[in-house]
């Protein structure tokens, strides 16, 4: 499947805003990524398991609130960077 990845990410995939990787959930995805890329886990997953305050998951058009999210056949991952400010 097609993962998506938001600019600030893209130091861990040589510059690649679109990667490929499996999995049946997000947490399956995000240990694919993770082998392939070393490093991006912990920019986008905490100590705990969660997704951090600052990043988005999001496969399909769906928001994902937790790594639990199954993630269908054909399915598109967005990971994103959230924007704040004042």
Known sequence: MRIHLSSHLR?????KATV??????????VDA?????PGLRFR????QGGIRPH???FVGEEAAPD??????PG??????????GG
């Open 11 to 15: 130091d861990y995939t040589g510059g």
């Open 20 to 29: 490929e990787a499996g999995g049946k959930t997000l947490s399956d995805v």
């Open 33 to 37: 990524l993770e082998a392939r890329f």
């Open 44 to 47: 986008i997953v905490d100590e």
């Open 55 to 57: 990043i988005r998951f």
């Open 67 to 72: 790594l639990s999210v199954p993630v269908p």
């Open 75 to 84: 399915a598109e991952v967005h990971i994103l960077g959230a924007l704040s």
